[in-house]
């Protein structure tokens, strides 16, 4: 059986596997404002090329985040609209789950991984996953904001740091900033193998909703 993850947490990661095999993975750097025009085409021409069709994949994996508000939110609609149409399964995984296994690799000897985002305001987005029996990870802290001094208190003291985008990130403690593990993005296909998953695929957004009052009517 066909199974297929994408991540548009910060462009989009495609990968699709046929049980433990993954057959492709790749990766389109396209910024979130142009999601909407880009990201289904090249998903069909990704699958074109390996010879298959939407509805060939039996079950989808999407990354929810925390990144790109705009891309999560196309990429989910996108593959609920195809599994509404196709049939097959979907689930949602953190994105920050797949930097955080591959940080994990990089760093056989840590034990708690801190995946870090930009939350804009000179504030930081971060994760907590923590190594168990084996290359198990499990969630030990949900993404929260914090002020990047923040990140040296015992409560969130991480053996490795990882983020995708460091450019975007405050400045970190210089503690933080030397065991901070650079990735290029999400990779999708570390989501196809992740245990469970959000069958209503939220994205994660950790800042409240923000409401601005309408401007008056002006008189003609």
């Given at each position: 059986m066909l199974h297929a993850a994408l991540?548009?947490?910060?462009?989009?990661?495609?990968?699709v596997a046929d049980g433990p095999t993954v057959l492709f993975n790749t990766h389109l750097q396209?910024?979130?404002?142009?999601?909407?025009?880009?990201?289904?085409?090249?998903?069909?021409?990704?699958?074109?090329?390996?010879?298959?069709?939407?509805?060939?994949i039996r079950r989808w994996?999407?990354?929810?985040?925390?990144?790109?508000?705009?891309?999560?939110?196309?990429?989910?609609?996108?593959?609920?609209?195809?599994?509404?149409?196709?049939?097959?399964?979907l689930r949602g995984v953190p994105s920050c789950q797949a930097l955080a296994n591959v940080a994990a690799e990089h760093a056989p000897g840590a034990d708690r991984i801190g995946v870090l985002h930009d939350a804009r305001c000179g504030q930081v987005i971060l994760t907590i996953y923590e190594r168990k029996a084996g290359a198990t990870l499990d969630l030990l802290a949900e993404p929260a904001i914090f002020l990047p001094a923040q990140l040296l208190l015992p409560e969130h003291a991480c053996d490795i740091w990882t983020t995708a985008q460091p450019e975007l990130l405050p400045d970190l403690p210089e503690r933080v900033a030397k065991a901070t593990f650079v990735q290029p993005y999400p990779d999708a296909s570390r989501l196809l193998q992740a245990l469970g998953g959000d069958a209503d695929c939220e994205p994660i957004y950790v800042r409240p909703p923000?409401?601005?009052?309408p401007q008056p009517v002006r008189p003609s």
């Open positions: 991540d548009t947490s910060i462009g989009s990661s495609f990968a396209v910024p979130a404002r142009d999601s909407d025009r880009e990201l289904a085409p090249w998903v069909i021409r990704q699958l074109a090329e390996h010879h298959w069709r939407l509805a060939d994996t999407v990354g929810t985040g925390p990144g790109s508000f705009a891309g999560l939110r196309f990429g989910i609609a996108f593959l609920k609209g195809i599994t509404a149409v196709t049939g097959a399964d923000v409401f601005v009052s």
